[in-house]
């Protein structure tokens, strides 16, 4: 059972359109990242949050902590093919482990 | 700087074959993990590190053994192999694991046959 639930799994998009990627859980995290992962490739991180409501901007990327601290979504606006990957969002709950969840396709289509 | 290096790249082992997944990191972080990637179920935690000489069970440990006698070295040993252990494997390092940024190798792609 993934302790991180997010949705969709897949998400196809033409250049330019938005969208929007979540990230739920029953428990409460000390903090939550998000990270994109590129084939044949590790993980990146691209934002850490930590404090609940808070947004945090990236570019075209905006990132939102749950008030509980529970849940989190990225918003991608004006999507490119550059931001083709897999998104994976990872919380932590202060016992040295980084929980994550199964991650998101995201393909944008030139 | 190089990171975090993994090798190898790619290995094919056969059942009941033993083998070590190398990992090393020179940025001088603390906490050093492993977790496995498979399709559909993101990363899931083996085993980590808070520290040289100090390593704990993750989420998904049976069947491999981990040790940490420095700072930049985190090797990962498959005792027997076996096919539900084909998978990417990824090593990852962080100054801390809250609120830090993890630090992740290239991977390597294991097939047990």
């Known amino acids: 059972t993934q302790l991180l639930e997010q949705s969709p799994q897949f998400l196809s998009i033409q250049e330019g359109e938005n969208l929007t990627v979540y990230c739920n859980s029953s428990?409460?995290?000390?903090?939550l990242q998000w990270y994109r992962q590129e084939p044949g490739e590790g993980p990146v991180l691209l934002v850490t949050v930590v404090t609940g409501g808070e947004v945090k901007k990236l570019k075209r990327l905006t990132f939102q902590f749950g008030d509980a601290r529970k849940d989190s979504s990225l918003h991608i606006t004006a999507a490119q093919p550059g931001d083709t990957g897999l998104y994976l969002c990872a919380g932590s709950s202060n016992d040295y482990k980084l929980s994550f969840g199964a991650g998101t396709t995201v393909t944008v289509r030139a | 700087n190089a990171g975090v290096t993994q090798t190898p790249k790619f290995q094919v082992l056969k059942t009941g074959q033993s083998m070590t997944l190398q990992c090393a990191q020179d940025m001088n972080h603390e906490y050093m993990s492993w977790y496995r990637q498979d399709p559909g179920m993101g990363l899931r935690l083996i085993h980590y590190?808070?520290?040289?000489?100090?390593?704990d069970q993750g989420e998904v440990p049976n069947g491999y053994n981990v040790s940490r006698s420095t700072t930049e070295d985190f090797p990962l040993r498959l005792l027997s192999a076996a096919p539900s252990q084909t998978s990417v494997y990824f090593c990852?390092?962080?100054?801390?694991?809250?609120?830090?940024?993890?630090?992740f190798g290239p991977g390597t792609r294991l097939t047990v046959l």
């Open positions: 590190s808070v520290g040289a000489g100090i390593t």
């Open positions: 990852a390092s962080s100054y801390t694991i809250n609120y830090n940024e993890q630090f």
């Open positions: 428990s409460v995290f000390s903090s």
